[in-house]
């Protein structure tokens, strides 16, 4: 134990001297947040909408006006032809167009049918299926409140959709959780990576070498200060989330730093077994950048759904540790998940830190031989 606590003391005033690592690690994960943050979005809004009103009728207009006042679509043009949508839509001038067909108002006073067009531009396949949605509800509203609703005879099955947990089917919800472990895996593998490798360059770690430490206290020695650094500035991204995009918390908050912690190990864990790989910083740099950015990115559940995936792909995604955080994260923060529930993922991200502090000792012992 006072080995480490040598080896740890040793590491902070290493740190404390390179104020642009320490700079970079409390400053930088706030700084993607925000940009990621509000980049990042997929919510739909301001859908640019044409409008082809070929009724002219009080119940027409209504139903225009359910549509711009919706908060989805902005009016941009009347039209009074085919051709001048499509060449709205050619220019990208409109994203939709609204065509209401001539006895409109008498079918709907009547209880008859009245056939709406939304024509879409589709070259955005999400886009497109958003806009089909909100056209969808806005119209099922809209018929509603038609005054010859109340005559046509309702359809023998009537679906009433609930959305739990996020209601508002807000993004930010989806996507902030997921830059949290993003973040997270990247700046602790990025700066464990470089900590050996660093005194590799200055030639410190012969003199580690000759030194009575052994090999598993020296590794928790380096691990411990950037263990404490990233808990701080994980906890501080999370409360800028709660603030910037009001991020929930339903769960319990230590159930949320185990799970961060034991997260935080395997990254800071992955990192030095890179700084054992590489000879130079920029190589270790490269590296990191390597085994955090692209899988926690593109094979955990952040952004693309895993099952989804191929077959091949959805196996190799057991491997990373940001899918087994982000179902932990998610299901304390928006569904007050307890610990026991999330005992899979906290037993997967236990072993996957081990296995990466075992590897890191294995990789320095054979060098310090």
């Given at each position: 134990m006072r080995t480490i606590l040598a080896v740890t003391r040793k590491e902070l005033r290493q740190i404390?001297?390179?104020?642009?690592?320490?700079?970079?690690m409390a400053f930088v994960p706030a700084f993607f947040l925000l940009?990621?943050?509000?980049?990042?979005?997929?919510?739909?809004?301001?859908?640019?909408?044409?409008?082809?009103?070929?009724?002219?009728?009080?119940?027409?207009?209504g139903l225009i006006s359910a549509f711009i006042n919706s908060g989805y679509f902005d009016f941009v043009a009347a039209i009074h032809s085919p051709e001048e949508g499509e060449r709205l839509l050619d220019r990208n001038q409109a994203r939709a167009i609204l065509v209401i067909p001539e006895g409109f108002s008498r079918a709907v006073t009547t209880g008859g049918t009245a056939p709406v067009q939304v024509i879409i531009n589709g070259d955005n396949a999400n886009t497109a299926t958003a806009v089909i949605g909100y056209a969808t509800s806005i119209l099922q509203t809209a018929s509603a409140g038609l005054p010859g609703a109340a005559v046509l005879r309702p359809l023998p099955v009537v679906m009433e959709p609930r959305v739990w947990y996020n209601p508002e089917l807000r993004s930010a919800l989806f996507l902030v959780p997921g830059l949290i472990a993003y973040l997270t895996m990247l700046m602790s593998v990025t700066s464990t990576a470089l900590s050996i490798v660093r005194e590799k360059e200055s030639g410190t770690i012969e003199q580690v070498r000759m030194a009575p430490v052994s090999t598993l206290p020296f590794i928790l020695g380096k691990t411990l200060p950037y263990f404490f650094i990233s808990l701080v500035s994980a906890a501080l991204v999370f409360l800028a989330s709660q603030g910037l995009f009001g991020l929930p918390m339903r769960g319990n908050w230590?159930?949320?730093t185990a799970a961060l912690s034991?997260?935080?190990?395997?990254?800071?864990?992955?990192?030095l077994f890179v700084s054992t790989v590489a000879d130079t910083q920029q190589v270790a740099f490269q590296i990191a950048l390597l085994v955090s950015l692209l899988p926690t990115l593109m094979l955990s559940g952040f952004i693309f759904p895993i099952a989804s995936m191929p077959a091949f792909l959805q196996g190799v995604t057991h491997i990373v540790p940001a899918r087994y955080f982000l179902v932990a994260l998610r299901s304390i923060v928006l569904k007050g998940t307890g610990a026991l529930q999330l005992l899979p993922e906290f037993g997967a991200l236990a072993l996957y830190a081990m296995v990466m502090l075992g590897l890191a000792s294995l990789r320095l012992a054979r060098a310090r031989v």
């Amino acid at each position: 134990m006072r080995t480490i606590l040598a080896v740890t003391r040793k590491e902070l005033r290493q740190i404390v001297r390179d104020r642009r690592t320490l700079l970079i690690m409390a400053f930088v994960p706030a700084f993607f947040l925000l940009v990621f943050g509000y980049a990042l979005n997929f919510d739909v809004r301001h859908v640019a909408l044409a409008i082809e009103d070929r009724d002219g009728t009080a119940e027409s207009r209504g139903l225009i006006s359910a549509f711009i006042n919706s908060g989805y679509f902005d009016f941009v043009a009347a039209i009074h032809s085919p051709e001048e949508g499509e060449r709205l839509l050619d220019r990208n001038q409109a994203r939709a167009i609204l065509v209401i067909p001539e006895g409109f108002s008498r079918a709907v006073t009547t209880g008859g049918t009245a056939p709406v067009q939304v024509i879409i531009n589709g070259d955005n396949a999400n886009t497109a299926t958003a806009v089909i949605g909100y056209a969808t509800s806005i119209l099922q509203t809209a018929s509603a409140g038609l005054p010859g609703a109340a005559v046509l005879r309702p359809l023998p099955v009537v679906m009433e959709p609930r959305v739990w947990y996020n209601p508002e089917l807000r993004s930010a919800l989806f996507l902030v959780p997921g830059l949290i472990a993003y973040l997270t895996m990247l700046m602790s593998v990025t700066s464990t990576a470089l900590s050996i490798v660093r005194e590799k360059e200055s030639g410190t770690i012969e003199q580690v070498r000759m030194a009575p430490v052994s090999t598993l206290p020296f590794i928790l020695g380096k691990t411990l200060p950037y263990f404490f650094i990233s808990l701080v500035s994980a906890a501080l991204v999370f409360l800028a989330s709660q603030g910037l995009f009001g991020l929930p918390m339903r769960g319990n908050w230590l159930t949320l730093t185990a799970a961060l912690s034991i997260y935080l190990l395997g990254a800071l864990a992955t990192g030095l077994f890179v700084s054992t790989v590489a000879d130079t910083q920029q190589v270790a740099f490269q590296i990191a950048l390597l085994v955090s950015l692209l899988p926690t990115l593109m094979l955990s559940g952040f952004i693309f759904p895993i099952a989804s995936m191929p077959a091949f792909l959805q196996g190799v995604t057991h491997i990373v540790p940001a899918r087994y955080f982000l179902v932990a994260l998610r299901s304390i923060v928006l569904k007050g998940t307890g610990a026991l529930q999330l005992l899979p993922e906290f037993g997967a991200l236990a072993l996957y830190a081990m296995v990466m502090l075992g590897l890191a000792s294995l990789r320095l012992a054979r060098a310090r031989v």
